[in-house]
């Protein structure tokens, strides 16, 4: 920080650190898995590979008009 931006700070930079009697302190291991990625589709995997098996590319028919798009023939 430059000395711009700790102007509108400086009343509590030297204020002492409060713990909380409220919150118990985490352990590390609950500190480090709350900043964990995110799995909000743990599973989905497994269901992708599992659904390749249902499509080989001989079933899919190429769209001319659109090179990115592919269906299913009828």
Do not use: C, W
């Not at 409060?18 to 909000?40: N, V």
């Not at 001989?58 to 798009?69: A, K, M, R, V, W």
Request: negative net charge.
């Amino acid at each position: 920080m430059n000395s711009d931006n700790t102007e509108k700070y400086n009343s509590i930079i030297a204020l002492p650190y409060r713990k909380s009697t409220r919150h118990p302190q985490m352990t590390m291991t609950e500190r480090a898995a709350q900043f964990s990625p995110f799995a909000a589709l743990t599973g989905f995997g497994a269901v992708i590979e599992d659904a390749k098996g249902d499509y080989h590319a001989s079933d899919l028919e190429y769209d001319e008009e659109d090179p990115g798009y592919f269906m299913e023939e009828r």
